[in-house]
């Protein structure tokens, strides 16, 4: 099959000459190991994986020894050696030149303890997002939607979009179920689940009781696009406080949860302070959620809001690493599901899943904008297929293009 390019290429690329180590990270099978074979200008580095059980001692028995010729190496799983870090921080030390290392691995080293601190100020971290829409439709030539609305506050283009379908945001965008390389997605989903559970939990946290693990990954899958309530989930869980925000932690170590922190930057009373909690990965949430027909399923809302995440989170990090996504919510009163925000300008943005919107679907954008004097513009994006401009500063945009 011909290799997708992948949408954060050019910024890897571009550190790797800048910097002396290169950090790539992400969940599991989101194509890192690809794209680090497969990318033309990485193609002549030396590409080494601690997957290959001789590698991964040889590197335990003598880490110094391991990196002391690095010039142009590629170490994949990484993080199965923790003390590969302080021999690459040593041999950097000792040599500090542009492109001697890129790590990949399925965690995130810069929330690994100890990992972090050794390759401070050495190291450029990026992280692979599951395939967005744009990957696999094979459209990152084009700028991104979002990036040339918010700096120019209009559609230059006026063109029909498909409707985001409930088969894409059950695929999600990890390749081989979004590429449509396996035949039963729900078995390969089980085997994700397994091998990941198996190996990095028990490699990143050394557990010995994986089932309440298992079942707070599936209560969490139930809770994605929601305002994270660790005494709730704990509750639910039949599970401590403390241990649920171990197990949250080593779910944010390997990539498979993240949280979306709110936006504050305004005086409105009782905003709501605690994140968001969202799945990766929108096909992994279903699969994890048991959800079988997701057009009559309540969880739709929250599995579209999770697909349009990850979505606009791969974009804005691989397209515009200045700008930062939050939500808002006045508890009991207003929210707005995303915020994008760059330099001293926002833009808000409310998801709707139907193919039609009301009046009354613009009350939480518009508080925000009245609340926000930085705001420049709110999004309606609804699952239609044509933009229209509703009033001052306010379009319903479809949510095909809004992730185009």
Not at 38 to 67: G, H, M
Not at 296 to 311: C, F, I, R, S
Request: charged fraction near 25%; charge should be positive.
């Amino acid at each position: 099959m011909t290799y997708i390019e992948r949408e954060i290429g050019n910024l890897i690329v571009t550190a790797a000459a800048d910097m002396p180590v290169v950090v790539l990270t992400g969940m599991r099978q989101t194509g890192k190991s690809t794209f680090l074979q497969s990318q033309e200008e990485l193609r002549s580095w030396n590409y080494i994986t601690l997957d290959d059980f001789n590698q991964l001692a040889a590197c335990k028995e003598n880490p110094d020894a391991f990196v002391a010729s690095g010039e142009h190496t590629i170490i994949d799983e990484a993080q199965r050696c923790p003390e590969l870090f302080i021999a690459i921080k040593s041999s950097v030390d000792r040599k500090r030149t542009p492109g001697r290392f890129i790590l990949s691995g399925s965690a995130n080293f810069l929330l690994m303890k100890g990992i972090s601190e050794s390759l401070a100020g050495r190291a450029a971290y990026f992280n692979m997002h599951p395939f967005t829409r744009r990957e696999y439709t094979r459209k990152i030539a084009e700028p991104p939607f979002i990036k040339t609305f918010f700096e120019t506050l209009s559609i230059t283009e006026e063109r029909k979009m498909p409707p985001v379908r409930t088969d894409e945001i059950r695929k999600g965008g990890i390749p081989p179920v979004r590429l449509g390389l396996v035949k039963d997605s729900d078995l390969w989903f089980r085997g994700y689940e397994q091998t990941y559970l198996e190996r990095d939990i028990r490699d990143l946290g050394r557990i010995g009781d994986i089932i309440p693990f298992r079942g707070l990954l599936r209560l969490l899958s139930l809770r994605t696009g929601k305002i994270l309530s660790i005494s709730e989930l704990g509750r639910d869980a039949r599970m401590r406080s403390a241990a649920v925000s171990n197990y949250l932690s080593l779910m944010e170590v390997s990539c498979i949860f993240y949280r979306l922190v709110p936006f504050l930057e305004n005086r409105a009373s009782r905003l709501v302070k605690s994140p968001k909690a969202y799945m990766s990965d929108s096909g992994l949430a279903s699969f994890l959620a048991d959800v079988d027909d997701l057009d009559k399923d309540p969880l739709y809302g929250a599995l579209l809001e999770t697909y349009v995440a990850q979505n606009l989170t791969g974009i804005l990090q691989s397209t515009w690493p200045k700008a930062n996504l939050f939500f808002w919510n006045i508890q009991g009163r207003h929210e707005v599901d995303f915020v994008i925000g760059s330099g001293k300008k926002c833009v808000a943005v409310e998801i709707k899943g139907s193919t039609r919107w009301e009046g009354r679907d613009l009350s939480g954008l518009k508080a925000f904008m009245t609340a926000t004097p930085q705001c420049v513009a709110g999004i309606l994006a609804y699952n239609g297929s044509v933009p229209i401009n509703i009033g001052k500063r306010l379009w319903a945009i479809p949510i095909g293009m809004l992730i185009s």
